[in-house]
Nanobody, 120 residues
Framework: QVHLIESGGGLAQAGGSLRLSCAAS????????MGWYRQAPGKQRELVAT???????NYADSVKGRFTISRNNAKNTVYLQMNSLKPEDTAVYYC??????????????WGQGTQVTVSS
């Protein structure tokens, strides 16, 4: 089995910054694309950003230029640096990853979610 554990959420003021981390654990052979999604109250879960193994990134238009996704393959960890935060960034943030285990089974788990609240 594999698991994703997120950390780094919390409360920030508009214009401030937060950094989220998500570490994968388990019998990991390889992690493919990793990503962050978010879900605000009353809304559907939406893509925030993804990063491929080789480092190619993709961002939602609403966060381009403000958020940066990165990964440390040696630590099986993905990060989301969030700058110039806006109240509309308030949501529960989830990480996900495509993980191949040492037994050659493929999983795409989700983290438990971490709350980000931005006050105006």
């Amino acid at each position: 089995q594999v698991h994703l554990i997120e950390s780094g959420g919390g409360l920030a003021q508009a214009g401030g910054s937060l950094r989220l981390s998500c570490a994968a654990s388990g019998t990991i052979w390889r992690i493919n694309t990793m990503g962050w999604y978010r879900q605000a109250p009353g809304k559907q879960r939406e893509l925030v950003a993804t990063i491929a193994v080789e480092g190619n990134t993709n961002y939602a238009d609403s966060v381009k230029g403000r958020f940066t996704i990165s990964r440390n393959n040696a630590k099986n960890t993905v990060y989301l640096q969030m700058n110039s935060l806006k109240p509309e960034d308030t949501a529960v943030y989830y990480c996900t990853a495509g993980i191949l285990t040492t037994t050659m089974r493929y999983y795409d788990p989700w983290g438990q979610g971490t709350q980000v609240t931005v006050s105006s």
